[in-house]
């Protein structure tokens, strides 16, 4: 059975104008797949990035970066769940300690086997330390935990924010040396990322909350067009950055923080569920504390209790398999320069592509398998000699793609192509000539 899994809302009448919701309402996927998910609003927290979660997208990088290029690896990353893992340590504390910790001890259990090298191992260790960070905390335990936090006001102070602005820097430096031409006017990356505005965030000071608002939804979503490991660190530190801003111009006094968190605690021990008339403030109070970088185990698990799907796709993975699947029969026009000669001709492509559902806990992967064969016959001349030639091509190639509450994304295509070229004639009136005059 495949199931894909989307975020919802505690209050669907919002759902529409909800800037969150909005942003994480899924795409549709080629017809086949109707996700109509959006989340319990809620941007990214004090806990988006940690030392933990650094050290496990490393191990994970030497892990996969080592191995990428071996035929049978994306097997095994797919068998221990990797993909899932990645996945999740991009979430920040949204993530599914579950699905690191399932990961790590699939590892741990071939430490004396097919995972003993040290790489494996120390992933192993790397997921379990961040998957400690994410404990989830039990329903009878909310309000309790937000009494505590109304006690716990620090506030935000100037060099707190200097320091988070110097590693946004480097995060975004990083990323400037490997496309330097990001901070060229014009530039397509530079103005999908908003770069000016998001190197201003270093240098600058804004009360603009719109822009931040914008920034932040822009670069949570830059992994999912290129995930360079650049690219993540600098999505992350983006994420990181702003929500602490907005809690230095908030200014928020121990008096406000202890109301907000006062007020969340006593609607969560009056009983709120997500279909409770107070669903929607309970929902505004994990948004607002989130947005302060005060996210933490204890919003994560309340916004994870009151999510319910707005719609739930089962399908049989064999039909689904059979649905995306399809014969290839086509021809096409050959008209183009080859060995520096203009050739013309026909040819036809035959074959299968198959589509294989791989498993996950987290998200919906799929493999897309092309196996197919194309025939050409050309004919071409240059200089007075025409050659006419018959070109065999067999070609296999895989797409890999992933369907999530951000929408669907697609990895690289990984293609080899063996080709053999049998020439029929060759044709000079020359040659014809001498013949001619030898006879």
Known sequence: MTRYRGFCTVDPDRASSCRRCARRRPRFAAALLLCLAAGLASTAQAQVDTAAARQAREALRAVSGNRQGQPSWNRVAYRLGLPDAEYELRLGDRAEPNVLATAAEKLRAGAQGEFADASFQKLAEAL????????????????????????????????????????????????????????????????????PATRDLVFKDTRDLALLDRLEARWQGAPLVWDAPEVVEASLAVQSYIPLYRAYLANESPEQHAAAWTELGKLLADGAASS?????????????????????????SIRREFSRPNVILRARTSWLEEQLSEQINERYTVNDVYAGVRQYGQGTLTGTMRCRILPSQSVGYAEFLLDATSRARTRGSSEGVSVTSTATTRIQGRKPLMLDADGLSAGPAIVTANASVVFNSIDSPGLRRRQAEAA
């Open 128 to 195: 379990e330390r961040r998957a400690a960070e994410l404990p989830p905390i039990a329903a009878d335990a909310w309000a309790e935990e937000c009494l505590r936090q109304a006690q716990q006001h620090a506030a935000v102070t100037a060099v707190m924010v200097q320091a988070a602005r110097r590693e946004l820097l480097v995060r975004l430096e990083a990323l400037e040396r490997i496309v330097p031409a990001i901070a060229t006017p014009g530039d397509s990356w530079g103005e999908f990322l908003s770069w």
């Open 276 to 300: 409770s008339p107070n669903a929607a403030r309970v929902a505004a109070l994990v948004d607002e504390r989130e947005r302060l970088g005060q996210g933490s185990a204890l919003t994560a």
